[in-house]
């Protein structure tokens, strides 16, 4: 049972444009999400979060959005740099933190 | 800032071999967790700690055990492997349920 999912394997944009990346859950009981960042050969890093009572976040570059009633969210980021090549895991948050399956983005000159 | 060690970024281990992974967190905290990471199937958490000599299975905990005998550390342990835990493997620790912070990961690769 996949409760959160990352339907986009891979994502390109070119540097300067902005990249959304998206995220379904199933589980209502969620009570805040994650987005980590993952470069090769490192674990993965925090990034942003949110609460599920609020329905945006927004930390410099990067903001998150979330749409409850859809049980979706989406992280963008602008301008996209090529540093911001990487793979990113959404997650929900119950007692625990479930991930989805990850997009890789690559951002290209 | 947190800290999270694992002791060996690359093993290799033959099939039947025993498997120590070791994880030590500076940070004090509480939870402590072992997830996998697979192509195409994300993170996946085998077990957890939520305290010292405690643990609970996470999603995947078949062919796998951890101990936590103490609280900056925390094991996982593959008592037989198999070719299908050849894998990337994350340590990551937290201080309460939620922002979790990971080691640098072990790559595993049972021949």
């Known amino acids: 049972d996949q409760q959160v999912k990352q339907n986009s394997p891979s994502l390109s944009v070119q540097e300067g444009r902005i990249s959304i990346l998206n995220c379904d859950y199933t589980n209502s009981m969620f009570d805040y999400f994650l987005w980590y960042k993952k470069y090769p050969a490192e674990g993965p890093t925090f990034l942003i979060s949110?609460?599920?009572?609020?329905d945006k976040n927004e930390d410099g570059r990067f903001t998150v959005f979330l749409n409850k009633s859809a049980k979706h969210l989406s992280l963008h980021i602008v301008p996209s740099q090529p540093g911001d090549s990487a793979v990113y895991f959404c997650a929900g948050n119950t007692d625990k933190l479930i991930f989805g399956t990850g997009t890789r983005l690559q951002v290209f000159p | 800032d947190v800290k999270v060690t694992q002791s060996s970024r690359y093993l290799v281990k033959r099939t039947g071999e025993k498997v120590f992974l070791e994880c030590v967190q500076d940070m004090d905290h509480e939870n402590m967790f072992w997830y996998r990471q697979d192509p195409g199937l994300g993170l996946r958490l085998i077990y957890f700690s939520y305290d010292v000599k405690m643990k609970e299975k996470g999603d995947i905990p078949e062919g796998y055990s951890v101990s936590r005998e103490k609280k900056e550390r925390f094991s996982l342990i593959l008592e037989s492997a198999s070719t299908n835990q050849t894998s990337m493997y994350l340590c990551a620790s937290s201080l309460e349920a939620g922002e979790l912070f990971f080691g640098e990961g072990s790559r595993l690769t049972v021949l």
């Open positions: 949110i609460s599920s009572i609020k």
